[in-house]
T-cell receptor
Framework: GAVVSQHPSRVICKSGTSVKIECRSL??????MFWYRQFPKQSLMLMAT?????????EQGVEKDKFLINHASLTLSTLTVTSAHPEDSSFYIC????????????FGPGTRLTVL | AQSVTQLGSHVSVSEGALVLLRCNYS??????LFWYVQYPNQGLQLLLK??????LVKGINGFEAEFKKSETSFHLTKPSAHMSDAAEYFC??????????????FGSGTRLQVQP
């Protein structure tokens, strides 16, 4: 149980385009989902926290107009990178908290974004 | 803000040798602590977690960690390394001030290399 999926796993896009990444909790309802960014050989940095039905809370330094997060249902959160640029190339990972999972986050497999 | 420090960005051991990955946390109040493993181009898998129930925590794949309040440490150990243990390991914390939003703060990571 407690499986989180991400789609797509890899995406390559041209500079200036927008990319949407989906994060789904497959067998549980996720009251909270987190989005992280990981640069090569570095740690995970929290970008934002999203709760179902409410606006996401962004970490300091993360542009909310650039990284649009929508948590429309208890099993789906989306991250849209708008007007992507090469510096947005990174590994994006989501995680989800269930109602009964307390502090244990379940992580998705990640999405590798490459902006040309 | 709550943080964790992982000493040693790279650790190399021989197959069958003891694995010791170090993690120290900064907090006057015992936090929630986690160890995650990440294989290349994948998401994170939880190895074990400390939630104040017991100071010695046993996890998956033969790993364990001991919470030592006097040393503010939560080092990860495994008696005998296996080739399949080669991966990136992250220590993470939910500080007492963050328990409301349950956001993780990650250490910088330690890459474990296992030599045959």
């Amino acid at each position: 149980g407690a499986v989180v999926s991400q789609h797509p796993s890899r995406v390559i896009c041209k500079s200036g385009t927008s990319v949407k990444i989906e994060c789904r909790s497959l067998d549980f309802q996720a009251t909270t989902m987190f989005w992280y960014r990981q640069f090569p050989k570095q740690s995970l940095m929290l970008m934002a926290t999203s709760n179902e039905g409410s606006k996401a809370t962004y970490e300091q330094g993360v542009e909310k107009d650039k990284f649009l997060i929508n948590h429309a249902s208890l099993t789906l959160s989306t991250l849209t990178v708008t007007s992507a640029h090469p510096e947005d190339s990174s590994f994006y990972i989501c995680s989800a908290l269930g109602v009964s999972s307390y502090n244990e986050q379940f992580f998705g497999p990640g999405t590798r974004l490459t902006v040309l | 803000a709550q943080s964790v420090t992982q000493l040693g960005s790279h650790v190399s051991v021989s197959e069958g040798a003891l694995v010791l990955l170090r993690c120290n946390y900064s907090s006057s109040v015992p936090p929630y602590l986690f160890w995650y493993v990440q294989y290349p181009n994948q998401g994170l898998q939880l190895l074990l977690k400390y939630t104040s129930a017991a100071t010695l925590v046993k996890g998956i794949n033969g790993f364990e960690a001991e919470f030592k309040k006097s040393e503010t440490s939560f080092h990860l150990t495994k008696p005998s390394a296996h080739m399949s243990d080669a991966a990136e390991y992250f220590c993470a914390v939910i500080g007492a001030a963050d328990t409301g939003r349950r956001a993780l703060t990650f250490g910088s990571g330690t890459r474990l290399q296992v030599q045959p």
